[in-house]
Every structure is written in C-alpha cells, then in structure tokens.
C-alpha cells in the first residue's frame, strides 16, 4: 500500500486513547477558594450548595491562576427562575480594568441543572485570565452546587475532530439552499451544539481536504522533478478518495434527516409527533382546526423569536385569520398559543406571558400539549 494512503487513512480513522483533566470547585458544604461578593443579598454555604440571593445586580469573582489550558467550563444550579447569568472574567491583555462578560441562561426547574460552555469557540476566552466568577441579576434566587473547569488532551482532541465531523445538521428552513457541510471541534461541549450558531461552531472540515490536496500536489509534482514515475494518476486517485469521503458524509446527512423525519413524524400517531424545529405545531394545528371552523378571526400566538407560526397559521385556516391585537381581540370565540406561557386567570382574562390580552369571559377549552392550548371565550 502506498504511504500516502496509510497516512489518509489514519486521519480519518478514530483515536481510541482519551482523557481529560479538570479543575472541580465544589460548593456543597464549604465555599471552596476565597470569593470576593459585590452587592448579593446572601451567599451562605449550606450542604446542597452556596445559597445566593439578591436584590440587586451582583457578583462574585475568584482568582484564577489556570496551570492549564482551560476550554470548558460546567455550571451545576438549581434555581426556579429563568434568568440570564454572566460569566466574568479579567484578561490583562484584553482590558487592564473591568470584567470581559458572557451571557448565559439558567432555566427555572425544580431539579437541579448543569450548564455546559464551550468557552474555546470564543476569541476573547484566555486561560490566561487573572479572575473569574459570575454575576447575577436582581431578584435572583439560586444554589450554586459546582464549577468545573475542563481541558482534553490530543488523543481527545483528534477523537472529537472525528465524531464532529460525523456529527449531522438538522433540516431547517437554510437547508434547502445550503448545507454547512461537516465541521470540527476539539471537545464533546463544542461538538454538541456545532449546529446551534451561524456560522456553526468550529472549523469547516473543508480545510483539511484542501490542505491534503495541496500537499498531495506538492509532493506529486516534487516526485516528477526529481525523475520519478508520472504521479498524476496518484494525484488523481487521491482525488477520488478525498471526493468519496466528503460525498459519503454528506449523503449520510441527507439520509439521517429523512430518518428522523420517519422516526418522529411519519410513523407517530397524532399528540406524539414531533416536526424538525416545529416540535409539536403540526399535532396543534390539527387539534385546533375544528375549533376555529367557523370564526372569521381567531386569537393566535406563537413563539416570540419568530413570525412564521403565525404566517403558516395564516395559511392553513384560511379564510379564517389569526390576530394577535388589535379592535377584534375583544371579540374571538378562540385563542390558540403555542410555545407560550398561557393562562386564563380568576377572571376570565388571557394572560400570554404575564399580558393581559384579551379581556374576559374566558376557559382553557383543551391542553393540547406541553407546548400548545385552546382557550374559548363567551359571547
């Protein structure tokens, strides 16, 4: 067998060695560390973890002397609130005073939660950094159980620049124009949420088929000046392969989407499917549409971060519209919400996310789901 292609194939194999190391700060029982707290209420130690409470903005900071190289960092709360929390850290290089901050979100659940940042896919995150902490938003009530700081080795490394780069998008509304393609990541953090972002996380694995290309063409035509054999037909083969490669992973991307279309669409019964990014709307859609049969106008809200529920809402019960303000919102027989906090309250009034929205006379007439609700109001 010729060395070059032993050595493609050993680039494209998997590395079985793996190890990481961490720096774990437990807070269940005693503060570890010495912590600086800048207006919290409370930040007492108790056995299930530091209780933090606040009426104000705070924080609290550490230094952070990393011997390693640090890439990840794992946050273990518990909290019934859903807020947004900031990492903070200092950088000399970066600023000589104040913080470099990143968002994240805590999700209020009566269990507690581990929050996973990759901070390596972050220009600005340096091992570097001479403090480290977080700081909280007003009203905040939490227990912070644990921090942990990670870091993987190459064998790691090169094992998850294999998995990320059979690691699939999903189909989503882009993917009939583009796909990203295959993308690399260096630690199993970053390689579960590639698709998350635009651009993805990481590097397109394009570049390492470019890289071996070029090379390969290097060393054919060095092989030719020399006085060796003609290597086109080499250069040619390898060609091949590397199209190969890259054409079995895209195909098998294409496939698992039909895959998972078949697995939680087509072969569920209606209340158990779920639609690609859609979740459940279609299930919600076909409950509601008997309901609304016979309104010219109907309520209808969708998640916040989007219009396109309410433009296929628009589609699908025409010539019945849905609203979402407005002179008529007094008037319906039905509102549909759909990803949305919704309630009637002790008097009869729609409330979608703390708002009042339609006033009166109102009863949940179906919980279609965890995700969707019927309500119907009196004439």
Same mark, same amino acid.
């Given at each position: ?157 090169? !094992?998850? &620049? ?7 998008? #999903? $189909?989503?509304?882009?993917? =009939? @124009? ?127 971060? !989007?219009? &396109? ?7 699908? #019960? $025409?010539?019945?519209?849905? =609203? @979402? ?55």
């Amino acid at each position: 067998m010729p060395k070059w292609l032993f050595l493609i194939g050993l680039l494209l194999c998997p590395l079985s060695v793996s190890a990481v190391e961490r720096i774990e700060l437990n807070f269940e029982g005693n503060t570890p560390g010495n912590w600086e707290v800048k207006n919290l209420t409370n930040a007492s130690p108790s056995p299930q973890g530091l209780v933090i409470k606040t009426d104000r903005d705070g924080r609290m900071t550490t230094s952070s002397n990393f011997i390693e190289s640090v890439e990840t960092v794992s946050i273990t709360v518990k909290t019934y609130q859903t807020m947004e929390a900031l990492l903070l850290w200092k950088d000399p290089e970066y600023a000589a005073d104040g913080y470099i901050q990143l968002p994240f979100i805590m999700y209020g659940s009566p269990d507690a939660q581990t929050i996973d940042i990759d901070l390596s896919s972050f220009d600005f995150w340096h091992s570097k950094a001479t403090e480290f902490g977080i700081a909280f938003p007003a009203g905040a009530e939490i227990i912070l159980k644990d921090i942990t700081f990670s870091n993987w080795n190459a064998f790691e490394k090169a !094992t998850n &620049v294999f998995k990320g780069f059979w690691t699939f998008d #999903t $189909y989503r509304s882009h993917s =009939i @124009n583009f796909l990203w393609g295959p993308w690399l990541t260096f630690n199993p953090i970053a390689r579960a949420n590639i698709y998350t972002r635009n651009p993805p996380v990481g590097n397109s694995a394009m570049w390492i088929f470019y890289g071996i290309l070029a090379i390969g063409g290097i060393w054919f035509l060095w092989k030719n000046h020399t006085g060796g054999k003609n290597k086109l037909a080499g250069f040619l083969i390898l060609f091949a392969i590397l199209w190969l490669v890259n054409d079995l992973r895209m195909g098998s991307e294409l496939i698992s989407y039909v895959k998972n279309d078949w697995n939680n669409y087509v072969s569920k019964g209606i209340g158990e499917r779920t639609f690609r990014s859609n979740l459940s709307f279609p299930d919600a859609v076909d409950e509601s549409l008997a309901y609304i049969a016979n309104d010219p106008y109907y309520i209808f809200f969708g998640p916040t971060d !989007t219009t &396109v529920y309410f433009s296929i809402m628009r589609y699908l #019960t $025409y010539p019945n519209l849905p =609203i @979402n303000g407005g002179d008529k919102m007094n008037q319906v027989k039905h509102a549909i919400t759909f990803g949305r906090n919704s309630e009637i309250d002790d008097e009869g009034n729609l409330i979608v996310d703390d708002q009042i929205v339609r006033v009166g006379s109102g009863s949940l007439l179906k919980r279609i789901n965890k995700f969707g609700s019927i309500f119907q109001f009196k004439e």
